[in-house]
């Protein structure tokens, strides 16, 4: 079956600092994968999405993830954060089902906290 | 509107009342999820539709929650005889069909049973 583990329930890390926000998935067929933020009281927006090709994917907000086939792995980084930073932040994968539909599942989130 | 809209925004209820939640997709996306979001639990997947039909019912808590999609577009979530457990924020998303494809989110309906 198909899951998605964020390593980390919270992440506090101090202004200008590098972060990274780890995701594991499980999956025995090939899927597509995605980082959405969900800003305090708001709803959640795509980050990035990894679909094929270069496993170093660029999103909005200097944000980049790397796909890591032999470690399903999908971990996200920002070299240096901001305050506006704060958020939660969801790792998603979209498999295909035997029904023939995708489903896109989430993992548990990462409240990543920047203080100054 | 140009993306998806739920309504109400709030709900507070009473204890074994029943609440009707609504998601207006975005046109054209045929896909359509609802999630449940409790605090700190993260996205709780409960339903999927694919044009008006439901091939993904398996995240239903119990036989209480009941979704239904009328015309490609419109969902309502619906929970009878609500408990407090039920308490959350229900997220709804729409995508385009395709597994390649972001899912757009409403706001959310917060839900309150008291």
């Known amino acids: 079956a198909q899951s998605v583990t964020q390593l980390d329930s919270q992440v506090p890390v101090f202004e200008e600092a590098p972060v990274e926000l780890r995701c594991n998935y499980s999956?025995?067929?090939?899927?597509?994968l995605f980082w959405y933020v969900q800003y305090p009281n708001q709803g959640l927006q795509l980050l990035l999405k990894?679909?094929?090709?270069?496993?170093l994917v660029k999103g909005i907000n200097g944000f980049e993830a790397e796909f890591n086939k032999s470690q399903t792995s999908f971990h996200l980084r920002k070299p240096s954060v901001h305050i506006s930073d704060t958020a939660e932040y969801f790792c998603?994968?979209?498999?295909?089902?035997?029904?023939?539909?995708?489903?896109?599942?989430f993992g548990a989130g990462t409240r990543l906290a920047v203080h100054p | 509107g140009a993306g998806v809209s739920q309504s109400p925004s709030n709900k507070v209820t009473e204890k074994g009342k029943d609440v009707e939640l609504r998601c207006d997709p975005i046109?054209?996306?045929?896909?359509l999820y609802w999630y449940r979001q409790s605090l700190g639990q993260g996205l709780e997947f409960l339903i999927y539709?694919?044009?008006?039909?439901?091939?993904?019912k398996s995240g239903l808590p119990s036989d209480r929650f009941s979704a239904e999609r009328t015309g490609g577009s419109v969902s309502t979530l619906t929970i009878q005889r609500t408990q407090q457990e039920d308490s959350a924020v229900y997220l709804c998303?729409?995508?385009?069909?395709?597994?390649?494809?972001?899912?757009?989110f409403g706001q959310g309906t917060r839900l309150t049973v008291v």
């Open positions: 990894y679909l094929s090709g270069s496993t």
């Open positions: 539709f694919q044009g008006n039909s439901a091939p993904d």
């Open positions: 998603a994968v979209s498999a295909i089902f035997s029904g023939g539909y995708n489903k896109l599942i």
């Open positions: 998303a729409s995508s385009p069909s395709g597994q390649d494809t972001e899912a757009f």
């Open positions: 999956s025995s067929v090939s899927v597509y």
């Open positions: 046109s054209g996306h045929t896909a």
